[in-house]
């Protein structure tokens, strides 16, 4: 039973409490006047100096102790209780790489954030980022691929050192060239002993494949036999561009852009996801939000609710009381006259 006008209290046994309305009628009897004497004695003055007389009123103090002691009693067996409660939030995250493409062509100047160009490394990064702050309970990590593979983020579930890590995503690091099947399967094997209930590969390029050992048909082959879901996307807008060299503030032309569809459908059919383009910033955003809302962690939420006993401050009270009544009543508050000298 809740207290009312006490939020977070209860009482367990609420039946006791009804035994606190006799402690005042105790009080009542024990001080209610009792029977006239029926003999009377005139002269009863006499007696006066026969001894001390007994300490009624202070004695009625061992009463109030007893009454005192009885109320805190009930209060101890009826169980006051304060009710902690809480949500537990329980949740099964999922592993995800995010393997990109660093091949010069990402260099690529045809995006634009806040109204200025931008290459498609820079685009794919920046919604990435925003991708890897709202996945809260999950592994993350990431595996960069041109002619070669390497890993500049691990799997982890510390976003923010994903986040700040993300600048070890950079052309240039490994021989050029778009070796699709090798990222695929480079991505696979660091998920291959990951004991989380769903695994994902998001795959971002903007070229077909041209390099490495194993194809992406392949690649996909082996990680769908490990339970991986493949996502993938190219990024980039079609026609002619050039290459952007910073340090030596030239443009290499690559000549007509081309986008394999057909090998990236091919694979995210056999890795039973689906295949976006993305042509600029926004398009690019609202793909990584798919994923998000198709990839959801499983939460699950508990009401734990707790209780912490306060039966024994009442209970000791109840013993403080009763221990005083019993040591006064039978030391300086004892009722049995004094004798007297003869």
Same mark, same amino acid.
């Given at each position: 039973m809740m207290i009312p006008g006490l939020s977070g209290f209860q009482i367990l046994h609420p039946l006791w409490l009804v035994l606190l309305p006799l402690v005042p009628l105790l009080g009542m009897l024990r001080g209610a006047r009792g029977k006239r004497a029926a003999i009377q004695f005139p002269t009863a003055a006499l007696l006066k100096d026969l001894g001390t007389p007994a300490r009624s009123r202070v004695g009625g103090f061992v009463v109030g102790l007893i009454l005192i002691s009885l109320t805190f009693g009930i209060l101890a067996l009826s169980r006051p209780q304060k009710v902690l409660s809480y949500d537990e939030e329980k949740a099964e995250g999922i592993s995800i790489m995010l393997t990109v493409d660093v091949s010069l062509s990402m260099l690529i100047e045809d995006f634009y954030i806040g109204g200025q160009p931008v290459n498609r490394l820079t685009a794919a990064k920046r919604v990435m980022a925003d991708f890897i702050k709202g996945r809260r309970s999950d592994k993350i990590g990431i595996v960069a691929f041109a002619g070669e593979t390497y890993l500049p983020c691990p799997l982890t579930m510390d976003r923010d050192w994903l986040i700040n890590n993300l600048d070890r995503v950079q052309t240039q690091r490994v021989g050029d060239g778009t070796a699709i099947g090798s990222g695929i399967a480079s991505a696979a094997n660091r998920m291959r002993r990951e004991k989380t209930p769903s695994k994902v590969i998001v795959l971002l390029t903007d070229g077909a494949n041209n390099s490495g050992r194993l194809s992406p048909q392949d690649a996909a082959k082996l990680a769908a036999t490990l339970g991986i879901k493949i996502y993938t996307i190219a990024i980039g807008t079609p026609g002619i561009h050039s290459i952007p060299d910073p340090k030596?503030?030239?443009?290499?032309?690559?000549?007509?852009? =081309? *986008?394999?569809?057909?090998?990236?459908?091919?694979?995210? +059919?056999?890795?039973?996801?689906?295949?976006?383009?993305?042509?600029? #910033?926004?398009?690019?955003?609202?793909?990584?939000?798919?994923?998000?809302?198709?990839?959801?962690?499983?939460?699950?939420?508990?009401?734990?609710?707790?209780?912490?006993? =306060? *039966?024994?401050?009442?209970?000791?009270?109840?013993?403080? +009381?009763?221990?005083?009544?019993?040591?006064?009543?039978?030391?300086? #508050?004892?009722?049995?006259p004094e004798p007297v000298a003869t």
């Open positions: 030596r503030g030239t443009f290499t032309p690559v000549g007509q852009q =081309l *986008f394999d569809e057909g090998t990236l459908k091919e694979v995210a +059919a056999i890795g039973s996801g689906q295949f976006y383009m993305a042509q600029n #910033l926004s398009s690019l955003s609202d793909v990584f939000a798919t994923i998000d809302k198709l990839e959801k962690t499983k939460i699950e939420h508990h009401k734990i609710v707790e209780t912490e006993e =306060l *039966f024994p401050w009442p209970l000791a009270v109840c013993a403080t +009381a009763l221990f005083l009544a019993l040591l006064l009543s039978l030391t300086v #508050l004892h009722s049995a």
